[in-house]
């Protein structure tokens, strides 16, 4: 369930610099990037993605880059034209959008996937899901199209933090017939973790097998790098009512058919002279269902204080376990 809300103020030319108020906290990205607003929300990515392809040479696959985001808007500057530099080289035909959740509930990436999937349906014929604060360093790490199923770039052996068999976070690319076939990834998860090992279990019952990168002459220390602040930007561990108890099973209710959201508006940026796409995203919450999409009445309470490092162990037992 969606619906395209008009929330432009005017268009702007490519000559004026971006108000970010609608991105981000800032009130301004300076020269690096400059922005266009959308006019007709009805039509907004259909148009957008109709320029993205009048462009360029039609490749014979088409990647959109999703990328859940909110308030990381000095971590955007630094992956945009790291991207640009890294895709390039391997040719590919390729559009990055920036899933901008605006809402006041916790932030939901696996939603905001399922959101950016449906939206940009019809112009590419396969996905990344990808992490702002994960940059690929190895030029070995191919984003070509994963014909024979789900790629997991970052797998646990590459990845700088997270090295238990079953995570597939970070960098996942999958097409589109294999993400209409798991019905998407779970809406339950509000908050952070959990919502990537329950979609490996949704890859595992559908019989698809994840493949990872082979050969790849660098390790954990730097075939990525990592670039969240953890001091400065804090995850959002805290459970409240019975999250912890539902989200460690296999959701069999949520998914893509029912992911429930408004578009307020889209925005056309380039940042150092990369195009992209800024869709902003409002999430709309079912409190019968799932009542800790807010949680900010329990923020001290004892889950909030156990370790990372445990709960990422913890994870594993949910994607081997359902």
């Not at 990515?45 to 990647?63: R, S, V, W, Y």
């Not at 955007?76 to 509930?105: A, E, G, S, T």
Request: glycine share 4%; aromatic share 8%; proline share 3%.
């Amino acid at each position: 369930m969606h619906e395209h809300v008009e929330a432009c103020e005017s268009a702007q030319s490519d000559s004026e610099h971006c108000d970010l108020s609608r991105l981000s906290r800032l009130s301004s990205c300076g020269d690096e990037c400059k922005c266009e607003a959308n006019a007709q929300p009805s039509q907004h990515l259909k148009q957008i993605t109709d320029e993205i392809n009048g462009h360029k040479k039609k490749a014979e696959h088409q990647l959109a880059i999703l990328v859940p985001f909110r308030d990381r808007f000095e971590e955007l500057l630094i992956f945009v034209p790291h991207m640009q530099k890294f895709l390039d080289k391997q040719n590919i035909d390729y559009h990055i959008f920036i899933l901008n959740q605006v809402d006041r509930y916790r932030f939901n990436r696996a939603s905001l996937i399922n959101i950016g999937f449906l939206e940009t349906e019809k112009a590419f014929d396969y996905i990344a899901m990808h992490d702002v604060d994960l940059l690929p360093m190895n030029d070995q790490l191919s984003y070509a199209y994963p014909s024979a199923g789900p790629h997991h770039i970052s797998s646990p052996n590459l990845h700088p933090r997270y090295h238990y068999f079953t995570f597939i976070g970070g960098i996942l690319l999958i097409k589109r017939e294999h993400f209409i076939q798991v019905n998407g990834m779970s809406n339950k998860y509000w908050g952070w973790g959990l919502e990537d090992d329950e979609f490996y279990v949704r890859l595992k019952e559908a019989g698809l097998s994840v493949s990872r990168p082979q050969n790849i002459s660098t390790g954990t220390h730097n075939t990525f790098r990592h670039i969240h602040d953890r001091n400065h930007r804090k995850r959002d561990m805290t459970k409240c009512y019975n999250q912890r108890e539902i989200t460690r099973k296999r959701d069999r209710q949520t998914g893509l058919n029912n992911v429930s959201y408004k578009i307020l508006d889209t925005i056309k940026m380039t940042i150092s002279d990369t195009s992209l796409t800024v869709i902003n995203i409002s999430l709309l919450c079912d409190k019968s269902s799932t009542p800790w999409c807010e949680c900010e009445k329990l923020v001290g309470s004892k889950d909030q204080g156990k370790s990372k490092e445990k709960k990422k162990t913890n994870n594993n037992k949910l994607a081997t376990g359902l």
